[in-house]
């Protein structure tokens, strides 16, 4: 069989062609740190890869809303266990305007103090966060939640609790609203603070104001128990949740690590077989080079 | 009788200096391409009858003769076709794989930012910086849906420039044919001989146009080649050449398609089917079967997003304790009418149920009778009764007027939809986020669904979400170029084995010639040995009359 000249180097250069062309390849994928340049050289990979990185990237924003949902319940917390404190600062006035060797001018101080306490009940229940929102409020968090005026304190803030998607099929409640924890079940604390305070500036004079004197109180107390009671209802469900919070942190986390495995596997390049690769066939190039040229030269011109 | 061997001598001579120039011309076309060698026949001279015998008269050279495989060439040419046809199509579409590759300014990254500027907004609705930034990474979102599409049009742009170019190129061939058939006639018939060198120009000719297109080459009796494409237009008859154009689409004017002026000098618009093989058809493929079909899945993804995003927005409130309005503007779908269309009908087409699209352009006709649905990319049809209609979540209705028969209609619902994706918002207290209209600034409610749209399954009827939309046209894209890689590699080097085998006929072998060379000489030097003894008989005659 004949071949021609023309043939012998077209042959060659083609091959050689072929063999640099995948070098160049080697190369680019050693210098990217991934297998897959295009979808065309996986196409089912590429897909897994997307599908991948959309889960990473939804599950690091339920992480981010959890961080969210952790702060705001970790401020109500805060605000929560003042109004523990103060509550239970208030029993022990309660209790020892309850002693019967005070007089008015005593009772005149404590009730001093339990003004001062409602201020401080409203400011609480009035807290705000980082960003100024009102957490006790509902939805209305532009205003405060309780607003004082010569009826009382009343509650302006709505019903609803605001949500936050903290895991792919968990929404929880990240706040509580204001009348359900300082006026639940017509136990209005502020009322009840406020008119305690007014019985104890009203001078004892006799026997029915005394006898009112011990029933406010006991009443006063019953209220405050109750509304102690309900505080730390509300507190223990928020313990409940940052706790959930705190397993779905971990539940995320190890997803995470999940998901950098699988892209990884699919994505990153092997360097030892890459580079094990590249120096075969860089044995390979170079001997076609060499028998290339060897046969190239041969010429029965030479030897005329 | 002595002069006689001087004779002899002389045409031994002639021969061998014929013999060394014809081996010289192969020695110096050896690279020259579609060349075949030549080789010299000779015959021996008519011999003369001397009564004892007939006696030689040496030699004569009959012809020049191309060592020519016709069959092989033939091959060679068809085989051409195809790999100019795949090797375009691949290039094409491997275009359109970069764009995809690139992980980081793909689509998916704009529409994770976006998603996630919702749940950094759903976290603080009252924050205006939050606010702000969804409106920053929707607007980003657009930008890229609509760099995406921009991309996909100067891909179009480049398939109609090299339209043009291979049409003018195919022209030139053809001319150059047409003019080289003329040329041979004239060179046969001045002297019988085959004029060899511009056969296989001629031949190289035709190579060359089968690499743009594929074509059918008939030699008719004369020798002329009759060259014809497609269904069996003419190209080259004889000495003439007819001429393809390119003409602008007639439901489309942005896009360009291949024309044949015929003899009475009207310009027919080639269908595409009819056109295959070559560069020429290779960009035909490319645009209907995947160019036409990305840019419609692309669109799928942008109004599936669009209609979904706008469909909850809509069912919240904004800041002002309005009711949430239109968040993303979605281009209507194209309607183009067939330039040729004689009835006066005004089509309209909406979108009516966003989970039945299929990402497919359509053509719609009337036969007089009824209507046919034609979808472009897998040819399914369906025929309508009557209008309007409900079909693959589009609406189809005429609005005035009629259809006459023949009437068509190219409808596009998706294919301009990513292009045309802007924010009709701007300002940030527009933003419905808020599920009760007394739209609180904690208020949430709606950008909690809003949110859980990244993952739902909003399209092709609920298997899908847009965001799997995406990926299935990055997998079509992928898997088509590895295919069209595979294809071209193994047609590839079928030709390879084909253009070897023509080689072995017709190409030059160096060292074949330079064996030629050496025998030529000796025949030369012999032959000169024999016109010295011839005149070395002769002055031996002479001497004897001394």
Known sequence: MRISTNMIYQTGIARIGDLTAAQARLQEQITTGRKMLTPADDPVGATKALALRQAASVNAQYAENRQAAMYSLGVEEAALNGVTDLLLAVKSTIVSAGNASYSDTERGFLATDLRAALEQLLNLANTRDGTGNYIFSGYQSQAPAFVESAGGVSYQGDMNQQQLQVSASRRMNVADNGAGIFQAAGNDLFQTINDIASLLETPVIDATDADALIAGLSATMDSIDAGLDTVLTVRAAVGTRLNELEALETFGQELDAQYEQSLSAVEDLDYAQALSDISRQQIILEAAQKSFVMISGLSLFDYF | ?546
């Open chain 2, 1 to 546: 009788m002595g002069s006689s061997i001087l004779d002899i001598g002389k045409t031994a001579l002639q021969a061998a200096q014929v013999g060394i120039a014809v081996t010289g011309h192969n020695i110096a076309n050896a690279a020259t391409p579609g060349y075949s060698r030549q080789e010299v026949i000779q015959s021996p001279a008519l011999a003369l009858n001397q009564g004892f015998g007939y006696v030689g008269q040496g030699t004569q050279i009959v012809t020049i003769q191309r060592i020519y495989s016709e069959l092989l060439t033939r091959q060679v040419a068809s085989s051409l076709s195809t790999v100019g046809e795949l090797d375009t199509y691949t290039a094409q579409l491997s275009q359109i794989n970069n764009l995809l590759a690139n992980s980081s300014a793909g689509l998916a990254p704009a529409i994770q930012d976006f998603f996630d500027s919702v749940q950094s907004a759903a976290a603080n609705p009252g924050d205006a910086a939050a606010r702000q930034s969804l409106l920053s990474s929707a607007q980003a979102l657009a930008s890229r849906f609509q760099g995406l599409d921009h991309r996909l049009g100067e891909i179009e742009s480049g398939v109609n420039a090299e339209l043009n170019a291979s049409v003018s190129l195919i022209n030139t061939y053809a001319n150059q044919i047409a003019q080289l058939n003329v040329a041979i006639e004239a060179a046969s018939t001045a002297s019988n001989r085959p004029p060899n060198d511009l056969l296989d120009q001629r031949d190289q000719l035709v190579a060359d146009l089968s690499r743009l297109v594929k074509v059918d080459v008939v030699q008719q009796d004369d020798g002329k080649y009759n060259i014809f494409i497609g269904n069996g237009q003419s190209l080259v008859v004889g000495n003439h050449a007819y001429s393809m154009t390119t003409v602008r689409s007639a439901t489309d004017p942005s896009r360009l398609e291949v024309g044949y002026i015929n003899s009475t000098g009207d310009t027919i618009t080639l269908s595409s089917n009819s056109l295959v093989g070559g560069v020429l058809g290779g960009l035909i493929q490319f645009r209907e079967q995947s160019l036409d079909s990305i840019r419609g899945q692309l669109g799928l993804v942008a109004v599936t997003l669009g209609e979904a995003f706008n469909a909850q927005h809509m069912q919240g409130y904004d800041q002002n304790g309005s009711a949430g309005g239109v968040f993303f503007s979605i281009p209507a779908p194209a309607i183009s009418e067939h330039s040729g269309n004689s009835g006066d009908a005004v089509l309209d087409v909406a979108i009516d149920n966003v989970a039945a699209l299929t990402g497919s352009n359509y053509y719609l006709r009337y036969d007089g009778t009824n209507y046919t649905l034609t979808r472009t990319d897998n040819g399914a049809v369906q025929t309508l009764g009557s209008l309007p209609q409900i079909v693959d979540g589009v609406e189809l209705d005429i609005t005035t007027g009629s259809m006459q028969a023949g009437d068509s209609f190219l409808i596009r619902p998706t294919a301009t939809a990513a292009g045309g994706l802007s924010l009709a918002i701007s300002d940030i207290h527009q933003i419905a986020l808020a599920e009760l209209s007394s739209a609180g600034d904690a208020d949430n409610g709606n950008a909690l669904a809003l949110a859980a749209l990244q993952t739902a399954k909003t399209a092709l009827n609920g298997s899908a979400s847009f965001e799997d939309v995406y990926a299935q046209l990055v997998s079509r894209v992928g898997n088509k170029t590895n295919e069209l890689k595979v294809m071209s590699a193994a047609e590839n080097s079928t030709l390879d084995g084909m253009i070897s085998a023509q080689q072995s006929v017709s190409g030059v072998n160096l060292d074949e010639e330079a064996t030629n060379l050496l025998r030529y000489q000796q025949a030369y030097q012999a032959a000169g040995k024999v016109m010295q003894i011839a005149s070395q008989l002769f002055d031996l005659l002479l001497t004897i009359g001394h």
